[in-house]
């Protein structure tokens, strides 16, 4: 009895030293290391380790935004550059639309982060419209600011009370319709702008097919996993767990950063800021707005692309971050508003 004690005790003490053993231990150790490595580096990255703590944390937003402020504080010695509309044509015309928030106001840090840091060969080929959407525009804060009248190229207002659209807006915006506004304020700006004459068709080659827009901003967390598709990920599960390249697969999509470029982004870019639309487009694009509609403004550009089978790309890492944390569609909205954030963006150099 006692020999045999001894020798199931030697046994195992010989099984402790095994090789296999050992190699768990080591792989455990390895397992373990990777996951803290990796903890602590794709806390940004929302199909991973993600940490809505530090994800958002504001980096080279943070050192734009200094930027803007400071340029922003001396416009008010800068000489006006509203232009007429017999001017010479600029390369892009930029259209932005404001309205007034309940808190703080971000159109001028917009439009300072836009324009600071261009030489002035480079200002000039920019025709920057600057929408207030609102049927009384002193209602704005930013209406007496000094920045209005020398920094846009033209300060774009609602038609007089006498044109057959004011009443119609007027309603909108005593309704709260937000909705039906934002498209009538998308498309009014859009038609202004492509009556400058501004020629913005940067990729006329691409892949010999129409294009709709290129995509200077989307949120990170849209490229993941999406409710609605369940069905075709309990498929690729299926043949994920059959073959051994789904471990590669998983792999690449988990650690791979899309390669810094210009793609192709037919679904889930997000939002309707950021948009840079060739001149070629914008009339046949027009015919399809629908200002009856319920949609939001990226919806209703996202399905009429569908339908006419039209592209749509994006610059990978962005040029435009989104920092607003008050909704301009009021009250319950502000809370969204804060996670419209794109994480690579915070990664540039400063």
Known sequence: MTNLSRLRHLSLGRSSLHPTGL?????????????SYYRSTSYRDPTSFFDPN????????????????????????????????????????????TVRRRREQYVGLTIA????????????????DLLIAHTDPSTHPIFSEKWVEVLPDRVLL???????????????????????????????????CYDTGADYVAMRSIAGQDWVYLRLFYVDD???????EWPRYLALSFVVWAAATGF???IKRRFFKTASAIHEMNKYGCCSQGL??????????LEHTDLTTDWLVDMMVEKIADKEEWNRYVVVPPVLQHIGATSSKGYGFDKSAKTIWNFRYEEYPY
């Open 248 to 250: 590669v697969v998983f």
């Open 113 to 128: 982060s836009l324009l600071e840091g261009l030489t002035e060969s480079e200002r000039d080929t920019i025709f920057l």
């Open 23 to 35: 190699l768990f231990c080591i792989f455990s150790v390895l397992y373990l290391l990777s996951i």
């Open 222 to 228: 849209l490229l993941g996993w999406n409710s609605e």
């Open 158 to 192: 609602y038609p007089k009370e006498d044109d057959l659209d004011y009443e119609q807006i007027r309603e909108w915006e005593e309704g709260g319709w937000y909705r039906n506004k934002t498209i009538y304020d998308f498309t009014h700006l859009m038609k202004d």
């Open 54 to 97: 530090r994800a958002y944390e504001q980096r080279y937003s943070a050192h734009r935004i200094h930027e803007a402020k400071s340029f922003l504080s001396r416009a008010s010695d800068f000489p006006s550059r509203a232009k007429p509309l017999s001017n010479d044509q600029a390369t892009i015309c930029v259209g932005i639309v």
């Open 276 to 285: 840079i639309f060739p001149r070629s487009i914008v009339p046949r694009f």
